[in-house]
């Protein structure tokens, strides 16, 4: 390993960012025809940042984060173009040796079901201790009590007595509470977490997000936050990413990006949420249903729930461009939509 | 009843409230417990897990009352209650004011006719072998009764345009229908009947956040013209802040709050009701930062294990000697609604708009905010 292990926050010499994916192609070869999962995405993480890559089921945003993981089937699942560039180094051209260092120990993922995710055979205590030994060749020992201490950061209770214990022993909230202490376990400069809360109830989702808000401004590392939530986005999120289709349909600070929408689809999904410090206000709903990613339409793919689309839409692929500093969107009357707010 | 001959507006029974006041349907100290047992050939039972434990509410024609709560709440037990399809350890449900708790036979079938539920997983709730059709009919098939063998298919066809579907869909499949079209199918299915009641359990929680929407304003439309009451279920509490009429809202078992929806959401007074409320992620900066946050330490307790005295004094920062002594009754102390707190205390957590958010009152000591956590950790 290089020096980056001595630096937690993982920032880079010269200030570029951590993480750079550009124009990202990943596409799967199926039975039933080439599903286009990722669509040409491109982003950036800073050290310390909290980027949110908001979207609904089948947009693409968890085979983007299982791309930049390394941990993509292949096949089906074939990446066609792109570049994932961790400080400076691009990761899809690493050999498969070089990736398995970078992977755990700089780049570490939490996933949405703690209980599948966790072997239900080894005990708490030796599946977090297994990072130390595989990764450091700490001892039996000494992993264990490195578990202890990861999983009394992570706020287990009586971590001591309960690092034997098996995953089918502990409650959901502290199931993910033990992934989290897996992934923050070398002190990674990226993590991923992906849908971390979504099958946790308010209470206890509360928890996992103010622990991870906590790690990170304890170790300064960038957080890539992945759900379809968009309270929590609101609540943690520095910068806003939203995908619809395989593509990313704006960008932009979370607060701005929620007090004035660029583009119609987010538009649309902040009209058809109820909130909870809102009464009586209508739901508007998008018409329709995701679309068929083997089978995209033409032009905008947003354009057949779109209310604002007109017959230039279906002719042509709008970019993501910037509407204002700071801000991008993939619409083509994007600045009539900001200007709507 | 009345009887709406208009063609296509099926189903064609719009439900109007009993003059007598009588609610439709009432609940009295309905207890579930289920045994823990041991062994294989000779089974002993060495626990009861208390999923419901002495509930009671009322449900007046016409409304909708939400049940929130989180996992394990035994928000869903008192659902299967409702439809019995458990039995209660003890309690009583009375339906316009029969009781209807021991029913069995042709008795049981004249009650679901009135009461029916939809489920929260559309994609288990359907039988993939059976199309369309004979899923939304197959209630005939029980209750001959309800519309003539003659007219079904012509049926059908109206209840799936009733509930937005295409009619020509009658002889496909479930798996060929999106998540949001399975449950507008099992919306159809349970409205076949013309029930009076449909038990709503978590109908929107697997749906995409696009696809919600529709499912809710479809669900409103539906007992605006057909005078349905709902018992709405759900995690969400803005998806029940939207719909309901009335909340009441349940920790390990029983009901700690009942109000209307102004009540819960504006003026809360349980501590739980207050710290639920306080977790939900606002999407609005404004109103985020109008929120008071409280942080729940620890997990539910097991409802095998139940605290004594207040359910909820292990988690609670009001907590004194007398919450573990003596369970506190669902009684308005008030804050005129019914609260299951010796010290109850109506707060706003997070606004409505017809409500100027107060200044908070004082939540500060032991309760741990994102705030004070962040001092601690000085950050």
């Given at each position: ?12 010499a ?12 990943v ?8 599903v ?5 995405i ?29 941990i ?18 691009d ?15 700089e ?8 209980l ?26 000494e992993a264990k009590k ?7 950061r ?41 849908e971390p ?14 622990l ?29 990413a939203v ?20 583009m ?16 009586g206000?209508?739901l ?58 | 009843?009345?009887t ?12 109007e ?7 439709l ?19 002993k ?47 009583k ?93 099992g ?27 529709q ?15 709902y ?9 029940v ?14 009901i ?41 330490t ?21 907590a ?10 669902l ?9 299951a ?13 017809t409500?100027?958010?107060?200044p908070?009152?004082?939540?500060s000591e ?7 956590a ?6």
């Amino acid at each position: 390993m290089t020096s980056v292990l001595t630096s937690p926050t993982g920032a880079a010499a010269g200030g570029a960012p951590l993480l750079e994916v550009d124009d990202l192609y990943v596409e799967f070869r199926t039975d039933y025809g080439v599903v286009h999962a990722v669509n040409g995405i491109s982003y950036t993480l800073n050290a310390g940042e909290t980027l949110a890559i908001l979207g609904e089921s089948g947009c693409g945003k968890s085979v983007s984060a299982q791309t930049i993981m390394g941990i993509l089937d292949t096949p089906p699942g074939f990446v066609t173009g792109g570049e994932i560039r961790y400080k400076g180094r691009d990761l899809l051209k690493m050999g498969a040796k070089e990736q398995r260092d970078i992977r755990g120990e700089e780049i570490s993922i939490v996933f949405q079901d703690a209980l599948s995710s966790l072997n239900p055979v080894f005990s708490v205590g030796a599946q977090i201790g297994e990072m130390f030994r595989r990764h450091r060749g700490t001892s039996r020992g000494e992993a264990k009590k490195l578990a202890i201490e990861l999983m009394d950061r992570v706020r287990i209770p009586a971590a001591k007595d309960r690092v034997g214990d098996y995953p089918h022993q502990f409650s959901g909230g502290m199931r993910q509470r033990v992934m989290i202490a897996m992934a923050i376990a070398l002190d990674p400069a990226i993590l991923i977490a992906d849908e971390p809360t979504t099958a946790l109830d308010v209470t206890v989702q509360a928890q996992i997000m103010d622990l991870l808000q906590e790690l990170q401004d304890e170790t300064g590392m960038g957080l890539i936050l992945i759900t379809h939530d968009l309270g929590v986005v609101g609540e943690i999120a520095d910068r806003v990413a939203v995908m619809y289709a395989g593509r990313i349909v704006e960008t932009g600070a979370t607060d701005a990006v929620f007090s004035a929408p660029a583009m119609p689809y987010t538009e649309g999904l902040m009209a058809s949420i109820a909130r909870v410090d809102q009464k009586g206000q209508r739901l508007n709903p998008i018409v329709g249903s995701p679309p068929n990613l083997a089978d995209l339409p033409t032009g905008c793919p947003f354009h057949p729930r779109c209310p604002r689309a007109t017959d230039y839409c279906p002719t042509a692929l709008p970019p993501l461009l910037e509407v204002v500093p700071g801000r991008r969107s993939a619409c083509h009357y994007a600045e009539e939509v900001l200007n709507d707010h | 009843m009345t009887t709406d001959t208009t063609p296509g507006a099926a189903p064609t029974v719009r439900h109007e409230a009993d003059p007598s006041g009588v609610p439709l349907l009432r609940v009295e100290g309905l207890v579930k417990h289920f045994p823990i047992t041991q062994g294989i050939v000779f089974k002993k039972t060495v626990g009861q897990v208390r999923a419901v434990d002495g509930v009671n509410f009322e449900l007046r024609s016409g409304e909708t009352l939400g049940l929130v709560g989180e996992s394990g709440c035994g928000k869903s037990t008192v659902s299967k209650l409702l439809m019995q399809l458990e039995k209660p350890t003890a309690g009583k449900v009375y339906y316009k004011g029969e009781d209807v708790t021991h029913l069995s036979g042709k008795d049981l079938r004249r009650l679901r006719r009135n009461i029916q539920i939809i489920f929260q997983d559309p994609y288990s709730s359907l039988n993939p072998r059976m199309t369309v059709g004979d899923i939304v009919g197959e209630p005939w098939e029980i209750h001959p009764d309800v519309v003539p063998k003659g007219q079904r298919s012509q049926r059908v066809r109206e209840l799936l345009e009733r509930v937005g579907l295409n009619p020509d869909f009658v002889n496909r499949y479930p798996h060929q229908f999106s998540g949001g079209q399975r449950q507008r199918i099992g919306i159809a299915r349970a409205l076949a009947l013309q029930p009076e009641i449909i038990v709503c359990d978590e109908p929107v929680s697997a749906l995409d956040v696009s696809v919600q929407a529709q499912v809710v304003n479809l669900l409103e439309e539906l007992k605006r013209d057909f005078g349905l009451a709902y018992i709405f279920i759900a995690h969400d509490l803005s998806v029940v802040r939207h719909i309901s009429d009335r909340v009441a809202v349940m920790y390990l078992g029983s009901i700690v709050e009942i109000g209307t929806e102004d009540e819960i959401y504006e003026q809360s007074a349980h501590p739980y009701t207050q710290a639920l409320l306080s977790a939900v992620p606002v999407l609005d900066p404004v109103a985020r930062s109008q929120k008071t946050r409280i942080m729940l330490t620890g997990d539910v307790p097991s409802p095998a294990n139940p605290p004594s005295g207040c359910r909820f004094r292990t988690r609670c920062w009001k907590a004194q000697d007398i919450c573990a002594t003596d369970p506190p009754e669902l009684v308005d102390r008030g804050q005129g609604h019914p609260v299951a707190c010796h010290f109850a205390e109506a707060v706003t957590i997070v606004g409505g708009d017809t409500h100027v958010p107060e200044p908070t009152t004082d939540l500060s000591e032991p309760v741990e905010t994102r705030a004070s956590a962040k001092r601690r950790t000085g950050s």
